[in-house]
């Protein structure tokens, strides 16, 4: 029994280390795998493809790259790209160096402000896409939109379970990159009509862009199951973290690092008007390099917009007055969510429950609407201070549900340490990197199996579901991830092309 779980856990970690070869993990057919459409194939692409600056040219980033390319052909373009570049590097700068960086973008480029993105989206956009380059982006977004099945990907050992099914470690076949595959049984999906709910997490994850929630890559479907591919998370989640790693509970610069990155999360999810309301110490978990992401949307839901809702759900001890109360409410649950969690990874135990308390559901609702938490002297005066701010029984005088949203969060003294634009950009490093030669979840033969459903039957109606849900790669991820693993200089090279580029990682 032991050897089977030292055995999975060796091919895993062989796995996320690249697999030892040249090739870091990737097929032996990887070039086969990626390998261009000839450009009259493109033709039907290029009549439906939404021909937008923005979609195509900034948030894609190969579309962003050989727009990029294109404007280096053009020495008039030459300028504008320049001075994006200046401009990013003056957002994330340290505060020391922003005037400096600044009084160089004024003397270099600028005699007043220019509108770049207003100036390239016109004359220049529609030049670039008659050019060899979005000819070629066209190329990269029909590899993007080939079929997805299980063959794309190696299967490694169960990492735990999810409402309908296992959660394993794969790898795509074509780039060697690890993910986490979410399996949701279809039977088990049918039998208790958790249909709405599995399109609506997987449509709301495919909606968010942001480094501070688990990302969606590929959807596709088996037999047997429907597959969510999403970010892997090596490095285990908070609550492992909070009660397995000595003491209880974390220092003051670790809580305010995973709560700054919370709150990023939390408020790139509120622009998209997606309320969470899961937020506990299971649902965050930690990447290879310490970065944390808001994982498990099965409860999130897009609010409509000047309208509010009602809903009795979450986890016990984490659920907000408002919700216990079955009143309306938009996002100030998760705000008080982000309380619940400052609270704990100081104090070590949850505000209303202590660790392993034997208590009903009953009264912990209880307390949570009538008693104040306490603070003991683990409690620095600002952390206090926001842990109050954040679990104020009146949503209306709550930290974050103010005009200014989350950015009054961010702007609490509690995070005076914090560089909110740097942060962002991932260039703050966390002050705890999990062991990358640890796999951070339970033995495989700990893991308890699902049984198998009975009595259901699948019919055409199932399948229209299904191919909703089962919608193949994600534009942005699936673009990151050859990207990140420097596959399109490779591509390139190897058919036929000739021009070179930088990489925004330098590689």
Not at 10 to 34: D, F, N
Not at 93 to 107: F, N, Q, T, V
Not at 183 to 191: G, V
Not at 269 to 290: A, C, F, T, W
Request: charged share 30%; glycine share 8%; net charge positive.
């Amino acid at each position: 029994m032991e050897l089977e779980n030292i055995v999975a856990n060796t091919v895993l970690l062989k796995a996320r280390e690249g697999g030892g070869g040249k090739r870091k993990g990737r097929s032996k057919k990887w070039r086969e795998i990626l390998r261009f459409p000839h450009i009259s194939q493109c033709t039907e692409l290029s009549k439906t493809i939404e021909r937008d600056y923005f979609s195509l040219c900034d948030k894609q980033p190969i579309g962003e790259l050989l727009f990029r390319l294109y404007c280096e052909t053009r020495p008039e373009l030459q300028r504008c790209i320049q001075l994006l570049d200046a401009m990013e590097d003056y957002e994330v700068a340290p505060d020391e160096k922003r005037k400096s960086r600044g009084d160089e973008i004024i003397k270099k480029f600028l005699t007043k402000q220019v509108a770049l993105h207003d100036y390239l989206s016109g004359a220049p956009f529609a030049d670039y896409q008659n050019s060899m380059y979005f000819d070629r982006f066209l190329q990269w977004k029909m590899l993007e939109r080939q079929p997805i099945t299980k063959d794309t990907f190696r299967q490694y050992r169960v990492l735990g379970k999810g409402g309908f099914g296992e959660v394993c470690a794969c790898q795509v076949r074509a780039t060697g990159k690890m993910y986490a595959c979410k399996k949701l049984e279809k039977k088990r999906i049918k039998k208790r009509k958790g249909e709405a709910m599995a399109l609506n997490e997987k449509q709301i994850l495919e909606k968010v862009n942001s480094r501070f929630v688990v990302s969606l890559a590929y959807a596709y479907e088996t037999k047997d199951a429907l597959c969510l591919v999403l970010t892997i998370m090596n490095g285990g989640d908070l609550k492992f973290h909070i009660y397995n790693m000595g003491t209880p509970g974390f220092e003051k610069e670790r809580v305010q690092f995973y709560a700054a990155e919370i709150c990023c999360g939390l408020d790139h999810l509120h622009r998209e008007s997606i309320v969470y309301r899961d937020l506990k110490p299971e649902n965050i978990l930690l990447d290879d390099n310490g970065h944390i992401r808001i994982s498990d949307l099965g409860l999130a839901i897009k609010v409509p917009d000047g309208e509010q809702i009602r809903g009795r759900v979450g986890t016990v001890g984490y659920m907000a007055p408002e919700v216990i109360n079955n009143e309306r409410y938009s996002m100030s649950l998760d705000w008080w969510g982000l309380g619940c969690l400052i609270y704990e990874m100081t104090a070590g135990r949850s505000p209303f429950r202590a660790r392993k308390e034997r208590v009903k559901r009953e009264e912990v609702e209880k307390r949570v609407q009538e008693e104040e938490e306490e603070y003991s002297d683990k409690f620095t005066e600002d952390t206090k201070a926001i842990c109050r701010m954040l679990l104020a029984k009146d949503p209306k005088q709550r930290l974050g549900c103010q005009a200014d949203g989350g950015a009054g969060v961010k702007a609490h003294p509690f995070f005076k340490n914090i560089n909110f634009k740097r942060l962002e950009a991932g260039i703050l490093e966390p002050s705890f990197v999990p062991d990358p030669r640890a796999v951070y979840c339970k033995d495989v033969l700990d893991i308890e199996q699902f049984s198998t459903v009975k009595g259901v039957n699948l019919d055409q109606t199932d399948n229209d579901f299904y191919s909703k849900f089962a919608t193949g790669s994600v534009s942005i991820p699936w673009q990151n991830e050859v990207q990140s693993c420097a596959l399109l200089l490779c591509v390139q090279r190897y058919q036929g092309n000739h021009y070179f580029y930088r990489f925004k990682s330098g590689t």
